[in-house]
């Protein structure tokens, strides 16, 4: 019997899901496995929130039960069995950290040699038993086990990447009390009337959560080469990674623009370069993603779009007859060796099975006039420069596999039946072998169509411009990511067609990425934050078939911890107090910081654009209160935990709130003018609330 019992499983039949609100869905009353673990279930709708996460597991039971955290019978510790202690200790203690940040209780973490007694439930981390089982012949990766009831929390996975999968998700499944005990006359989801002397509780549901990914690679990629990313901005995008479940933050360190990575063999490559890590750096990030869970793919593109490798170290690198030219002498096995050993060196710090060499937009044109590839076309018996180009790429790959890695490049090679669409390139007889495991990023479908690439045999990570691309801050809106799959491929708008790979060759897309080129670190983490979930959901789950406006409702709520948990560098010197007064100018504003006080103020070419402040508040989610300075700034010590986000002024209009996905609202009350990006407490309606009590 499972009356008054919540039981949902994400795989279900399309024509059994008849959601009726935003926060609830369809369960299962009776049910009956399928031998695979899944389940066929008759429906009946229940009135309590699920659990809101992102991305949607594989198979979940929640009750309407919880487990409260603190207090005289909640959680108490975090347990690590002894023979897990070396390999999880430090995923326990960023657990506990995790939990502290976001609730302001701190829970022990205890090795179970200790042989301590605990009156109280405990979380116990543990790998040893096996997962969900595979759905057909298909493997689940980091697959993870998590149990929640009234004995305590149990996490198991066969491996680290699915311990971290399971903590990712008890951490979404945190629910502060007054965010889940109001439900509405149509069972939406409200928050009590709330004052400065309303307790604080926070409880997590009872779970049975069987869960694992369709993909081995879910990464996002940033670019460090064209914007300049603190050290502080890269760990905030493994943390993006952390929450949703990506295992990769992809960095590309080399472009025209600069070089940024700190080689040791070459050091003159980065310091000549406008901007650049330390060695140091780089350690530190890699310990802080390690324990998260994160892989670090770094990327040195070659052999074009290397003008900052080119132009430091021309003598090394470049064509002796062309020394400007923004490619490297991709004929010389010297300089290739050279490039290995830089490949090396960020191997050494970032161990991955992957070497990214970039590989796209080879200047075919350009190399046709160099007298080195001419004579190496000779030499070869080649008949173009594609051949040259290939040659290259199998070089590449034959040094990846010699190092008990895989490569990963660009789309930049076509069939080697040549291509005649928009990137025409001969055919060749210079093979790049599929089997090798090589791996192809198709971004714009210029090269080789992602169908035939897959028919080819070749693996293919989706990293489509549409939707998956964000470029110079621009990118596609979150609902268009929504109703994307992983097998589908978006070419750029201003030739948009789509490809899709044949259900018979599916097995070789085996990854997706989100990329954010040319943008800066601010704008880089909300793009990441506002669309790495959209991609997570929908590539993690994609037979979940969830709606998007119940995404909205999860990601409302996972995006909430996410900017509790984001590093923060050193405060800058504080900026003026912005004046009350003047006439509003869509340039003329300040935002607020997530700690509630009055914060850096966002300029741009001295101008403080007041899209910038509603950029922050979509950034900082909740936790945001930007005003413009013909408004009041707000009281001093507002609470920051305030259900709302708004841009405040006297003047501002309906236009204002425009975009982003219709999330923000215009409101003129009579008492002033305010445009608000709406709580999730307010289920689809983005009410703007009134400024919070003074605490």
């Known amino acids: 019997m499972f009356i008054g019992k919540l039981v949902c499983f994400a795989v279900l039949l399309s024509h059994a899901l008849l959601i009726e609100s935003d926060n609830f869905v369809e369960c299962s009353k009776n049910h009956t496995p399928d031998g695979n673990g ?34 005289q019978h909640g959680l108490q510790c975090i347990l690590i069995e002894e023979s897990s202690w070396a390999s999880c200790g430090h995923l326990a203690i960023l657990l506990a950290n995790e939990v502290a940040a976001i609730t302001n209780i701190r829970l022990q973490v205890v090795n179970e040699s200790s042989q301590r007694s605990f009156s109280r439930p405990c979380i116990r981390l543990q790998i040893s038993r096996p997962t969900l089982p595979p759905r057909g012949t298909q493997t ?28 990712a998700t008890l951490i979404q499944a945190l629910e502060h009390t007054n965010d889940v005990d109001w439900i509405g006359p149509n069972g939406t989801r409200g928050t009590t009337q709330w004052n400065c002397s309303t307790p604080v509780h926070w409880r997590i549901p009872y779970l049975d959560v069987n869960d694992g990914a369709e993909f081995g690679y879910r990464g996002a990629m940033v670019d460090a080469a064209r914007a300049v990313l603190t050290l502080t901005q890269l760990k905030q995008y493994v943390v993006v990674c952390r929450m949703y479940k990506l295992d990769a933050l992809h960095i590309h360190f080399s472009d025209d623009d600069a070089f940024t990575w700190p080689s040791t063999a070459f050091p003159q490559l980065s310091n000549k370069s406008t901007h650049a890590y330390t060695l140091a750096e780089m350690q530190e990030l890699a310990a802080f993603a390690r324990v998260r869970g994160v892989m670090i793919v770094g990327e040195i593109d070659v052999p074009g779009h290397s003008t900052g490798i080119v132009h430091a170290a021309p003598d090394l690198f470049a064509f002796n007859s062309t020394p400007t030219l923004g490619i490297i002498d991709l004929t010389s096995a010297a300089v290739i060796g050279r490039v290995q050993t830089i490949y090396d060196e960020i191997a050494a710090v970032f161990p991955s099975p992957f070497v990214h060499i970039g590989g796209d937009e080879v200047n075919f044109g350009a190399l046709e006039r160099v007298p080195e590839v001419q ?38 090679f076509a069939p080697s039946s040549g291509q005649s669409g928009r990137s025409t390139q001969p055919a060749s007889n210079v093979s790049i072998n599929p089997t090798s495991g090589i791996t192809v990023q198709p971004f714009d479908c210029y090269y080789y169509p992602p169908p035939q690439l897959a028919e080819d045999g070749y693996h293919i990570v989706n990293s489509a411009w549409s939707p998956l691309y964000v470029a110079n801050g ?27 790979v ?35 959901d929908r590539s993690w789950n994609p037979m979940a078939m969830r709606t998007y406006a119940d995404f909205l409702s999860r990601y409302a709520a996972t995006n909430a911890k996410l900017q509790v948990l984001l590093p923060v560098a050193p405060p800058p010197p504080p900026a003026p107090k912005p004046t009350p007064g003047g006439t509003f100018a869509p340039q003329a504003g300040a935002c607020r910081d997530q700690n509630g006080q009055h914060g850096q103020r966002l300029e741009h070419n001295g101008k403080i654009l007041f899209s910038a402040c509603r950029d922050r508040c979509i950034a900082l989610g909740e936790r945001c209160d930007a005003y413009d300075i013909d408004g009041q700034p707000p009281e001093p010590r507002t609470d920051p935990y305030v259900a709302w986000c708004g841009v405040w002024g006297m003047t501002l209009n309906a236009s204002d709130a425009s975009g982003y996905n219709g999330t923000f609202t215009f409101v003129n009350d009579g008492t002033g003018t305010r445009v608000c990006h709406g709580s999730p407490a307010a289920g689809s309606k983005n009410t703007c609330y009134p400024r919070p009590p003074l605490c």
Request: aromatic content about 12%; charged content about 15%.
């Open 502 to 536: 044949a259900t018979e060759h599916r097995s070789a897309v085996v990854g997706v990425e989100m990329a954010v080129w040319s943008t800066g670190g601010v704008d880089t983490l909300a793009a990441l934050a506002e669309r790495v979930p959209a991609m997570s």
């Open 375 to 412: 004579d190496f076309i000779k030499s070869k018996n080649y008949s173009s420069v594609t051949d040259v180009y290939r040659n290259f790429i199998a070089e590449m790959d034959a040094y990846a596999t010699a190092r008990g890695r895989t490569l990963h490049v660009w789309e930049g």
């Open 38 to 71: 899944y389940v066929t279930s008759s429906l009946v709708f229940q009135r309590f929130p699920e659990p809101a996460l992102v991305p949607w597991p594989k198979q979940i039971t929640a009750d309407n039960q919880y487990l409260e955290l603190g207090g």
């Open 140 to 167: 689940l990766f980091d697959a993870s086990h998590l149990v929640i009831n009234s004995t305590g929390v149990t996490v198991s996975a066969n491996g680290y990447g699915g311990l971290v999968s399971g903590t």
């Open 474 to 500: 621009h990118g596609e809106a979150t609902e268009l990511i929504y109703r994307w799959n992983p097998y589908l491929f978006g070419e750029v708008h201003d030739h948009l067609s789509w490809w899709r």
